[in-house]
């Protein structure tokens, strides 16, 4: 019971407050605002392996050389707006796999939670489990005890591109798409 009044201070709270702060401080804001230190454009993407409830049990981004990664950071399965977030980039994940770029979401919870929220939203991408934060403290999406809401895309070459930091989950999608074209025109 603790724990789920913890959760609820958190989600009700807490996260407002950092969106208030990303709102006002805009999308330049201080990387400790955000959640750490922010893997500079240009650069090769933190390498990673994760727990899947998807395939052989684990995902690597080395898995995915040669075609583009959006990778998205989330706080909470089946939260209203992390339920919304899946829900657009599964309604327009055709448009992604023609851009030849896979969606990957990494949030704390673990890999069962992961299976159940796929069940329940219909989501054909992959969710890794990032239990103790590590990958997310390594892309500067951490705020103890959940991954914040950023989003990054890494080339085929495994090249950070692009970063989304404080996003709106229902023009996300649409948002990352665009600049995936740019990037790829």
């Known amino acids: 019971m ?3 009044i913890a959760q609820r201070f958190v989600s009700r709270l807490i ?6 702060v990303v709102l006002v401080l805009g999308p330049s804001a201080p990387a400790q605002a955000l959640g750490g230190e922010q893997v500079p454009l240009g650069t090769p993407a933190p390498g990673f392996t994760l727990p899947t409830n998807v395939g052989d049990g684990e995902i690597s981004l080395a898995d995915y050389l040669g075609q583009w990664v959006v990778l998205y950071f989330y706080p909470k399965d089946f939260t209203p707006g ?28 673990d890999v069962d939670s992961h299976a159940e929220f796929c069940d329940s ?7 890794l489990a ?3 934060g590590a990958v ?5 999406s951490w705020m103890k005890p959940m991954s914040m809401r950023h989003t990054y895309l890494i080339d085929p070459d495994g090249t950070m591109q692009e970063r989304f930091l404080g996003v ?7 948002e ?3 600049r995936l074209d740019e990037l790829q025109a």
Do not use: M, W
């Open 2 to 4: 603790t724990l789920l």
């Open 15 to 20: 996260l407002p407050v950092l969106l208030a």
């Open 82 to 109: 992390c339920t919304l977030e899946a829900q657009r980039f599964q309604r327009d994940l055709p448009k992604f796999i023609e851009r030849n770029a896979q969606v990957i979401g990494v949030s704390a919870d």
């Open 121 to 127: 939203e219909g989501l054909r991408f992959p969710l």
């Open 130 to 132: 990032d239990a103790d």
């Open 136 to 140: 997310s403290r390594a892309y500067g």
């Open 168 to 174: 709106r989950p229902a023009i996300h999608s649409q």
């Open 176 to 178: 990352v798409i665009a």
